[in-house]
């Protein structure tokens, strides 16, 4: 179908509201909102998107409390080592966007891995953003750039694109934000410069498929433009 974006990047908001409003600890919302991943991304596959981008740690976050971002840290190490095997299984290509060099020895290996055994999955691709920031991005592109010794004449969009974390990812065609709120959140900003964007109120431990459709369908009734009349 023509109304079906084929990349979806999602902000996934709300899980320490979540908790708090079902009187969790917050680290049980973090452990909900990852359950809830492999089963929104199964969804998505099944209507025909291609590609899904998930906001799942970003460089901002390492400003929370020590205990909640080692909690995190463990829950992500956890969260490869259950769902790869059974997202390779749905022929899901795992990708990363973010920098590795921050994280653990451990941590950053089963990333790799994990990419490295989906690698030849023709399914959906997923991109993890994870340890993630758009300024970030954009500077280690530059910084690259000046390493490379480009011509500046040379440089242009097209090139500048092929220094970005993942440069075969297309740019998203959606953006969807869960948990009420309408920022970006420093998320993929130069991808996302032409992108839709839609918030929903639910937080995201609760998003699913009537999220999902009311995000599909306000999606089909968009007109755009991309700067042209």
């Not at 020590?66 to 769902?83: N, R, T």
């Not at 690698?119 to 993890?128: A, D, F, I, W």
């Not at 948990?179 to 995201?204: C, D, H, K, M």
Request: aromatic share 10%; charged share 25%.
């Amino acid at each position: 179908m023509e109304d079906i974006p084929k990349h979806i990047s999602i902000i996934m908001d709300g899980n320490g509201r979540w908790a708090t409003k079902n009187h969790f600890d917050v680290s049980e919302g973090h452990i909900a909102g990852y359950k809830n991943i492999r089963p929104v991304i199964s969804e998505l596959s099944s209507i025909g998107v291609k590609f899904v981008t998930v906001y799942a740690f970003s460089t901002e976050n390492w400003g929370r409390p020590k205990s909640e971002v080692q909690a995190l840290m463990e829950l992500a190490a956890s969260v490869i080592k259950d769902e790869v095997k059974a997202i390779s299984e749905e022929n899901i290509k795992l990708t990363h966007a973010g920098e590795l060099n921050n994280l653990s020895n451990t941590l950053r290996s089963d990333i790799l891995d994990a990419v490295e055994d989906t690698k030849n999955n023709s399914g959906l691709t997923l991109c993890v953003a994870f340890n993630y920031g758009g300024r970030q991005e954009i500077i280690n592109a530059v910084k690259k750039i000046i390493l490379d010794e480009i011509n500046v004449e040379k440089i242009n969009l097209e090139l500048f694109s092929k220094y970005l974390y993942v440069p075969e990812l297309p740019y998203p065609d959606l953006v969807i934000r869960t948990g009420g709120e309408f920022r970006i959140s420093n998320f993929l900003i130069w991808q996302s410069a032409y992108s839709e964007f839609f918030s929903t109120p639910v937080l995201w431990p609760d998003f699913g498929s009537k999220e999902i459709n009311e995000a599909i369908v306000d999606y089909g009734q968009r007109q755009r433009r991309f700067g042209r009349r």
